[in-house]
Structures are given as C-alpha cells and as structure tokens.
C-alpha cells in the first residue's frame, strides 16, 4: 500500500477498515463471539474498536509473522478465553482487510454449510482467461471453469483447521491446509465488493462502490 499505518488501520468512509469489518460480524445474526488477532506491539487496535456497536470483541495480542501462524495462535488462544471452543464449534476467519463483507454474506455463509462437516469458503468464480507463464512467455491457458478466487470468510470446525494448520505451515490460507488434509471444502459464490485492499487503487474503487450502493 505505501500507506504510513497498517492497512487495517486505512480509513474508508470515517472509519479503519478492521472497524467496518467488525462492525459487520456484530451485525450477523449468526455470530456468538469476535475475536481480533494481533501482533503482541500493537498499541492502536483499541482506538479502532471504539465506535464498534454491540459486542466488544476479545483482542489477542497472538500475531504471528504469517496468516497462518496468526490463526493457528488465535485458535489455540480461544481453547482458554471465556469463547473456550470445543472441536465441533466452528470458527470463521476473516481478513481484516476485505471491509466490504456484509452481515448477510456472513449469516448466509453460516446458514449454508450448517450441516456440512469439512466447511468452505466464499469465493469468486474466474472471468477472464488466465495463462500459466514462464520467463514471461505463456506456456498454457488454464480452464477458467475450473478455477475460483478464494476470499473470506473461511468457516471450519475449530479441532479439524487447528489440527491442519498445525501439519501444514507453508499454506496461505485455512482452505489449503485443510485441502492438504484430504478435506474437500465447499465454495459458495462471493461478491466483487468483499475484495481485499490490497493496493491504493483498491480502497478507491471500495469508496466509490460504497458511495454508489
């Protein structure tokens, strides 16, 4: 991003990205507890929670250097906090820096994959032709049909994802190490505004989307 602060700290519209984030999960129908990993120095999470409504949500100073490390240790952290989750329970993981999820994206996520025993993930089915490149020369094109952008939420039962990102520490995302597990994960379609902020042009298209909405 270029940006001075942590990108969760971004403002969009008033308020950090992490604050809409929140924001959204107390709104879900669905959502008994929020909890919010972070690194053990970071001193202005506090201040980005304030204006939330409803619910405070449990901070864990718990980061780690990688997203896995981070969600590995916040599992492992809400064994012993007042959420104590069980095996069975399941646990969403979100990025802090996709602010255009919605409450209803993540009750109908909830809703959805209530009776399935692996969980899944949002994600957007591939619309452009993609080509597998090398030494910047295009060695084959891809089946796009067969391809999907994977976003968050991720929801998984709590023992399964642990026991997986305990076995698989290379993955970037929860759905890899439970795919690496022997687990099939369901994806249901998500929406181009859950998009994570990943580069300036990023939050601008996110303001002017929301501007519009």
């Not at 968050?152 to 709590?158: A, E, G, K, N, R």
């Not at 795919?179 to 379609?189: D, F, N, S």
Request: with cysteine.
């Amino acid at each position: 991003m270029g940006a001075a602060v942590p990108k969760q700290y971004l403002r969009l519209h008033g308020k950090s990205l992490l604050s809409h984030v929140v924001q959204a999960f107390q709104q879900a129908q669905r959502i008994d507890g929020i909890a919010v990993v972070v690194a053990a120095h970071d001193t202005e999470v506090e201040e980005h929670l304030g204006d939330s409504i409803g619910r405070r949500p449990l901070v864990l100073r718990v980061g780690g250097a990688t997203r896995r490390d981070s969600v590995l240790n916040g599992l492992m952290a809400l064994r012993d906090q007042p959420l104590a989750l069980a095996d069975h329970d399941r646990v969403l993981v979100h990025d802090a820096a996709r602010a255009g999820i919605l409450p209803g994206q993540i009750d109908g996520l909830i809703e959805q994959l209530e009776a399935d025993p692996i969980g899944g993930l949002l994600a957007l089915p591939v619309v452009d032709t993609v080509k597998r490149v090398c030494d910047g020369r295009i060695v084959a094109t891809e089946d796009r049909a067969l391809l999907w952008l994977a976003q968050t939420p991720q929801l998984f039962p709590v023992g399964l994802l642990q026991q997986a990102l305990e076995r698989h520490p290379e993955v970037t995302d929860e759905a890899r190490a439970m795919e690496l597990e022997g687990w099939h994960p369901r994806v249901l379609p998500g929406t181009k505004g859950n998009l994570k902020v990943t580069v300036s042009e990023d939050l601008e298209w996110l303001s002017r989307s929301w501007e519009i909405r």
